[in-house]
């Protein structure tokens, strides 16, 4: 019975695991510009994925999506038996790691003392508290049950940072270093989502699941969503530093 739940739960991943979003991220000239929601303090809007309009808010999401990437790649080196999953793991904790030093330093240049993140709605506040419970939730699973919720949430994770990230590209206005911030992590974040994308097809593999999304358009997906996304939170969710 377990096998089998977690066999769906691969498919469902991999039928709606999308590329499209993540492909937009790397080609800034066909994306729509982000839609201010208000002033400072506000938020910003990409195909319904959103980011605050502030600096500062923005980086301390930034800051708690590596944190959490980081925590769950030292849980999945401590839960998990599956080598593609302890590689893609290592690798996020090293990315991250180095992404976070990166954003620090910037914050620090800038004065900025960066906080927990204070969700700035209900539905910020519900996707928080999911995301934390996620967390949870990997802390005690072992093996296939740790390997399947991890990779799927991971998935999930890196295209709502994508959209984030884009967001904030596209309505900030941001110039110089935070300019070049936002492009690198439109580079990078894709790829981490393919990482993701291409670990959890093996596992799929491995359980004998079949499905492909390749045409799916995470686009769509909305920030407030609730179901898994485990990594990358930035203090939103939807439906994946």
Same mark, same amino acid.
């Given at each position: 019975?377990?096998?089998?739940?977690?066999?769906?739960?691969?498919a469902a991943v991999l039928f709606t695991g999308g590329v499209s979003l993540?492909? @937009?991220?790397?080609?800034?000239?066909?994306?729509?510009?982000?839609?201010?929601?208000?002033?400072?303090?506000?938020m910003l809007e990409y195909k319904g994925f959103m980011a605050p309009s502030?600096?500062?808010? +923005? !980086?301390?999401? &930034?800051?708690?999506?590596?944190?959490?990437?980081?925590?769950?790649?030292?849980?999945?080196?401590?839960? @998990?038996?599956?080598?593609?999953?302890?590689?893609?793991?290592?690798?996020?904790?090293?990315?991250?790691?180095?992404?976070?030093?990166?954003?620090?330093?910037?914050?620090?240049?800038?004065? !900025?003392?960066?906080?927990?993140?204070?969700?700035?709605?209900?539905m910020e506040r519900k996707v928080m508290a999911a995301t934390k419970a996620?967390?949870?939730? !990997?802390? %005690?699973?072992?093996?296939?049950? +740790?390997?399947?919720?991890?990779?799927?949430?991971?998935?999930?994770?890196? #295209?709502?940072?994508?959209?984030? %990230?884009?967001?904030?590209?596209?309505?900030?206005?941001?110039?110089?270093?935070?300019?070049?911030?936002?492009? @690198? &992590?439109?580079?990078? &974040?894709?790829?981490?989502?393919?990482?993701?994308? #291409?670990?959890?097809?093996?596992? /799929?593999?491995?359980?004998? %699941?079949?499905?492909?999304?390749?045409?799916?358009?995470?686009? /769509?997906?909305?920030?407030? /969503?609730?179901?898994? @996304?485990?990594?990358?939170?930035?203090?939103?969710?939807?439906?994946?530093?």
């Open positions: 019975m377990k096998r089998t739940l977690h066999g769906i739960t691969l993540a492909q @937009s991220a790397t080609s800034p000239s066909t994306m729509p510009a982000a839609k201010p929601m208000g002033a400072k303090g506000g502030d600096e500062k808010a +923005f !980086l301390e999401r &930034l800051h708690h999506i590596n944190q959490t990437e980081i925590l769950q790649a030292q849980l999945a080196q401590k839960n @998990s038996q599956n080598p593609d999953v302890k590689s893609y793991a290592d690798n996020m904790m090293k990315m991250h790691t180095d992404a976070d030093q990166k954003l620090m330093t910037y914050a620090t240049g800038k004065k !900025l003392k960066l906080a927990e993140p204070k969700p700035m709605d209900e996620d967390t949870a939730k !990997l802390e %005690v699973l072992k093996g296939p049950p +740790f390997d399947s919720c991890y990779m799927a949430g991971q998935v999930a994770a890196h #295209d709502m940072a994508i959209g984030k %990230v884009m967001a904030a590209q596209q309505g900030m206005g941001a110039t110089g270093e935070m300019a070049t911030m936002l492009t @690198s &992590l439109t580079q990078e &974040l894709p790829q981490h989502r393919k990482m993701a994308y #291409d670990t959890l097809g093996k596992l /799929s593999s491995a359980m004998g %699941v079949g499905g492909s999304g390749d045409t799916m358009d995470h686009g /769509s997906m909305n920030h407030g /969503s609730t179901g898994s @996304s485990t990594g990358g939170t930035m203090g939103g969710g939807s439906k994946t530093k």
